[in-house]
């Protein structure tokens, strides 16, 4: 039996450039981290040849092709599995639509554990290079590339997708104290309102046609660059102004990422205390974050108790195999 652990991400800056609509013309930037929240993969041999996927619903198929579950089809080709084999999956937070790209940290500990299974390692470059033939190749979902990387790689990083369609990581590098203090000034909500990201991000796609468009993302990665600056510089005062700016950027690169009831959230937000935020993912649903004193998160979750409050810390070890009991 094998089980992978994988995290979910929070994007921080620069979400939408990860989109072949506009890395291939131009150098995009995302500035994330993989967060204490994880997906678990468990796969185990099937003693009659058959294949067995457990998620919201179960498969029971004799072969590979009649997989129905996308992601799990493709990675058992990858792999190069044919049958036998049985898999299992959970998730610390529901696992559709959440923002927090649990679709590509299923899909990379899916990788992960299926190597494990066939006794071959992968790296954390392979998986994430993997992962998004898997979603995007495979699968022609038209998201981007910087999940499938913070879910391999995890740890606080600028990712950068380059014209050439090579994906760079450098980790942040900041004192353990500054970290403690992004963590403690972080609060994040759950809006209770789930959406199909592909639709949102397909909409953003054709949006970056327009020059206009390509204007505001070209900010958002000058933003990520800067918000990398500032955390190895060892400053937070400027984090939560860099965050306003890049949400207000993002709601104006398509209708689909906003609407009136998430506007009137972040304002209340900010009115009481918070000093930027943003919805995390492509938007319109998920979970909304906010940076803000710690002695002002519970005037702000008196001000948004409508919304579920869920702490997150951060993780620094991206995907992992937490149990290896190869089968003889």
């Given at each position: ?24 013309e ?14 678990y993969?468990c ?23 009649q ?15 044919e049958?036998g ?7 610390d937070i ?59 790689y995890?740890g606080?990083?600028l ?6 369609e ?8 900041c004192?353990?104290a500054?970290?403690?203090q ?5 609060l ?37 660059f800067?918000?990398?600056?500032e ?46 935020g ?19 998160h ?31």
């Open positions: 039996m094998i089980v992978s652990k994988t995290p979910l991400r929070m994007s921080y800056v620069g979400g939408g450039s990860d989109l072949p609509a506009y890395y291939r131009e150098l995009g930037a995302v500035l994330s981290t993989s967060i204490d929240k994880y997906m993969i796969v185990n041999q099937k003693f009659d040849g058959r294949i067995r996927v457990s998620y919201t619903r179960t498969e029971d198929v004799q072969t590979r092709a997989v129905e579950h996308p992601l799990v089809r493709e990675a058992l080709d990858i792999v190069g599995i049958g084999i049985e898999i299992a999956s959970m998730a529901p696992s559709k639509g959440s923002g927090l790209g649990s679709s590509s940290s299923y899909t990379v500990g899916l990788l992960n554990a299926l190597f494990a299974y066939r006794n071959q390692f992968a790296s954390k470059e392979r998986l994430a290079q993997l992962a998004c033939d898997v979603e995007i190749g495979r699968c022609r979902e038209p998201i981007g590339k910087q999940d499938q990387y913070a879910a391999a995890g606080l990083n990712i950068r997708f380059h014209p050439d090579r994906v760079s990581v450098d980790p942040v590098i004192a353990p500054l970290m403690r992004l963590e403690d000034s972080t994040v909500f759950f809006t209770g309102r789930t959406r199909s990201a592909s639709a949102v991000l397909a909409e953003q796609s054709r949006a970056m046609q327009t020059s206009d468009r390509r204007a505001l993302m070209r900010r958002m990665v000058e933003l990520a800067e918000l990398k600056r955390l190895e510089g060892g400053h937070l005062e400027n984090f939560g102004p860099i965050l306003d700016e890049n949400w207000r950027l993002k709601a104006q690169l398509s209708s689909g990422i906003s609407d009136s009831q998430i506007d009137n959230w972040y304002a209340s937000g900010m009115a009481n205390g918070a000093v930027g943003k919805l995390l993912g492509a938007g319109n649903g998920g979970f909304m974050m906010f940076y803000a004193p710690p002695d002002r519970e005037q702000i979750k008196a001000a948004l108790s409508g919304l579920e409050p869920v702490k997150f810390r951060f993780d620094r070890s991206g995907a992992q195999i937490v149990h290896y009991q190869p089968t003889e």
